[in-house]
């Protein structure tokens, strides 16, 4: 059952969205315009947000969900590409009660938020980005979107023994931060074929981005329709979305500030989340 049992720091809620109930958290004030926390591909909210969440300011209010397809949301029989995530996001926020958000997107959710923030820039107060998607196209994720879309069945097979554990520990430049509980997990998920599904669709929906650069242009060009502030954060060490995207970030929002983590890969909420959290407080301040 969705949200059966919140985490410590947590207080669970009832979101739903394109029919689908949705693994829903709030943390820190019960009231107020909320801040919501959009987490990656093949993660969760806990996983993404445990140790960042409580370093923030508890005067706000912060409200994250898994993503559908992924966590303890429901896992759909959908298309799972950029339109899909921008008309749950469309009902989230409608659901919230408050006519701006903060965005806060990590990796696909930071895609997902910035393809919001430009579709939605009324909406939007402020919007943060740590190693969004979107931005950068490498060689491996196009790899994997061509299998997505042309050979599914092999995308579909279960991982081997061990390559759950390894696709984490290359996503952070320390695997000694990576907690237990969250690699069996992460197994646990890889073992759905729901999710391995979903995971598949959202790589086939990428590919005509990766392969095309009027696609990434014209969909640049949405993102900058957002003109509000913007924060970008990313790992020096990140083997995953290269920090060289971060150039791209800053031409398509001149206006950004950035924020490079020198220890971190791809995940510096889990590997540094405290340098992440003070610019993030004063980032967010009201």
Not at 41 to 61: C, E, I, M, N
Not at 223 to 244: E, F, S
Request: include cysteine; aromatic fraction near 8%.
């Amino acid at each position: 059952m969705v949200n059966a049992d919140a985490p410590p720091g947590w207080r669970p809620r009832s979101l739903r969205a394109q029919g689908l109930r949705l693994a829903a958290f709030e943390a820190g004030a019960t009231a107020g315009p909320p801040v919501l926390l959009l987490h990656g591909l093949g993660h969760w909210t806990q996983a993404a947000w445990d140790r960042l969440v409580v370093r923030l300011d508890p005067a706000l209010r912060y409200v994250a969900f898994d993503l559908p397809g992924s966590g303890a949301s429901e896992k759909a029989d959908a298309r799972y590409d950029p339109a899909f995530f921008r008309d749950v996001l469309d009902e989230v926020v409608a659901q919230l009660g408050a006519p701006q958000i903060a965005l806060v997107g990590h990796s696909l959710g930071g895609q997902v938020a910035a393809d919001y923030a430009g579709t939605h820039p009324e909406r939007v107060d402020r919007l943060a980005l740590v190693a969004p998607a979107g931005f950068a196209h490498p060689r491996r994720h196009v790899a994997l979107a061509l299998v997505a879309r042309l050979a599914r069945p092999l995308f579909l097979r279960r991982p081997r023994t061990g390559q759950v554990a390894a696709t984490l520990r290359g996503s952070v430049l320390d695997p000694s931060v990576l907690d237990a509980a969250v690699i069996a997990r992460a197994h646990a998920l890889a073992d759905e074929r729901a999710f391995r599904e979903a995971f598949a669709r959202v790589y086939a929906a990428g590919l005509p981005a990766l392969v095309s650069a009027n696609r990434r242009r014209a969909t640049h060009a949405v993102y900058a329709r957002y003109r509000g502030p913007v924060l970008c954060a990313w790992g020096r060490a990140d083997r995953y979305l290269p920090i060289a995207a971060l150039a791209v970030v800053q031409r398509v929002y001149p206006q950004a500030s950035t924020l490079v983590l020198e220890h971190s890969g791809h995940l510096p909420m889990v590997e540094e989340p405290e340098p992440l959290a003070a610019v993030l407080r004063a980032f967010l301040a009201p």
